[in-house]
């Protein structure tokens, strides 16, 4: 029969070994979560940004169409139609 104070020491090994594991990949998750947050707050800026940019292309768009209308040359109207 093997000695119960060997035997105890061999299970609170591997007991520290599964909580480092644990704890390791715990913090491998943490690290995800964080980065997809990230990820997702960048998106969120990049998605402000092409609706700011989509509005003020329909501003400049609109003022085109006015000065193509406005304009009696002939080709400065079809290159600003064109």
């Known amino acids: 029969m093997p000695d119960p104070f060997s035997l105890a020491t061999g299970i609170i090994s591997l007991l520290t070994l599964a909580l480092k594991l644990v704890a390791g990949a715990a ?3 943490d690290k995800t979560i964080a980065a997809h947050a990230e990820a997702a707050s960048e998106l969120q800026a990049l998605e402000w940004d092409l609706e700011r940019l989509e509005r003020l292309m329909g501003q400049i768009h ?19 139609q064109g």
Do not use: Y
């Open 27 to 29: 913090g491998l998750v």
């Open 62 to 80: 609109s003022g085109l169409q006015l000065l193509a209308t406005n304009t009696k040359d002939r080709a400065f109207k079809k290159l600003l």
